[in-house]
Nanobody, 121 residues
């Protein structure tokens, strides 16, 4: 079993910054891709940023403002969010693709429970 623990959400004023963290633990042989999704009220869940190896991808709406990074030694992925806007208000979920003992080399996706980010004055 793999557990994901997210932290860093909260209330911030427009223009402010937050840093989200997501640490994976448990039955982990290796970690492949990692990423962040978000779901705003009344909207579908959307990809915000992903990282695989040294390759990163961002949604157009966050390019230049958000930065995704990872610490492989800690199996942790981060999302640094700057210049936050009210439209960034959402529950943010991390996703991690993990190869575990007994999975025969297959990577499985695990989701965090989500952390709420509210951007409001």
């Amino acid at each position: 079993q793999v557990q994901l623990v997210e932290s860093g959400g909260g209330l911030v004023q427009p223009g402010g910054s937050l840093r989200l963290s997501c640490a994976a633990s448990g039955n982990i042989l290796s970690v492949n891709g990692m990423g962040w999704y978000r779901q705003a009220p009344g909207k579908e869940r959307e990809s915000v940023a992903t990282i695989s190896g040294v390759n990163t991808n961002y949604a157009d709406s966050v390019k230049g403002r958000f930065t995704i990074s990872r610490d492989n030694a800690k199996n942790t992925v981060y999302l640094q969010m700057n210049s936050l806007k009210p439209d960034d208000t959402a529950v943010y979920y991390c996703i991690v693709n993990v190869v575990s003992r007994g999975s025969y080399g297959r990577g499985l996706d695990y989701w965090g429970k989500g952390t709420l980010v509210t951007v409001s004055s």
